[in-house]
């Protein structure tokens, strides 16, 4: 099984955001990682010798307010945790005041995430791919 971000949604809006408060650009974009979240990218790349089934279905995960979103973020997913050691604290407060309230959480911030009487839950749309070998090779 394979489970892999769409290109629409909240997980590359987040990497365009960390792109955006990265202190240098690449010279030359990358790849896009999330063409892995597209079906048709799995069979180009692996329908010669696989059989494939994709499904969609949402990953969520729940959180108190947006600070506790934040804070996990910001303790655990490296790029936040980097650009949280390696910003000055002007450009810091930027990135945490947008990354809680801007566009990254829906265009109008943590509203994209559905309220909660005891908190967030937080949505986000992954492919599940189920790669099967196949007698194809």
């Given at each position: ?12 809006d987040?990497?365009?955001?960390i ?17 892995w ?6 069979v ?17 995960c ?5 600070e ?14 980097t650009?949280q ?53």
């Open positions: 099984m394979l489970a892999t971000w769409t290109p629409e949604g909240t997980v590359p987040m990497f365009r955001l792109q955006a408060y990265k202190p240098t650009q690449p010279a030359t974009k990358p790849a896009c990682p999330f063409a979240g597209q079906s048709h990218c799995i180009k790349l692996f329908g010669h010798a696989f059989d494939q089934g994709f499904e969609q279905a949402p990953s969520c729940r959180a108190r307010d947006g506790q979103v934040w804070q996990t973020f910001a303790q655990a997913f490296g790029p936040i945790s650009l050691q390696n910003l000055d604290p002007c450009r810091l407060a930027s990135l945490r005041t947008e990354f809680q309230f801007g566009p990254l959480m829906g265009g109008c911030g943590l509203r994209r995430s559905l309220p909660l009487m005891s908190g967030l839950l937080l949505c986000r749309l992954l492919v599940g791919a189920r790669v099967i070998r196949s007698c194809r090779l």
